[in-house]
């Protein structure tokens, strides 16, 4: 068996790939997302999704646009991990381009083990910056 804290950082990392390769082509019956979130995680995403791909948007990724851990603590079946996200995207409508000012917020995600997998429950921001910034550590 893995190292907890390893297994919880490879899937809150694969949870971030797909989800970004998500927005970029909104499809809010994608399998990866059964295996990877639920609760109120699963639902935001899907929702989300389900909005974009009716409005025909989607969002194109900019080179500053990142994901580090700050903190991961994993008690039993449960985790919280602490992440700083810089999101830089730019929001395409049609042929019309949005671009989002890029900023820097502070993540604290709840994480549970189902089924032998961990997936992401909730997702909250507990700090935001505009630009680039460095989170708290």
């Known amino acids: 068996t893995q ?6 950082e490879a899937a809150y990392l694969a949870y971030w790939e797909m989800n970004k390769r998500l927005v970029q082509q909104p ?3 994608d399998p990866e997302i059964a295996q990877r ?3 109120s995680a699963r639902d935001k995403l899907i929702d989300s999704l389900s909005t974009m791909r009716a409005e025909g948007s989607m969002f194109q990724f900019g080179p500053q646009d990142s994901i580090q851990i ?8 449960t985790a919280t991990v602490r992440s700083c996200a810089v999101g830089d995207a730019t929001r ?5 381009e949005q671009d989002v000012e890029i900023s820097t917020s502070e993540l604290e995600t709840q994480m549970t083990q189902a089924a032998s997998r961990w997936v992401v429950t ?9 630009g680039v910034s460095t989170c708290g550590a």
């Open 3 to 8: 190292d907890p804290e390893a297994e919880v």
């Open 27 to 29: 499809n809010p019956d």
């Open 37 to 39: 979130t639920s609760g």
């Open 70 to 77: 700050l903190d991961i603590a994993v008690t039993g079946d």
């Open 92 to 96: 395409v409508h049609g042929s019309e």
């Open 122 to 130: 909730t997702v909250s921001e507990t700090d935001s910056w505009k």
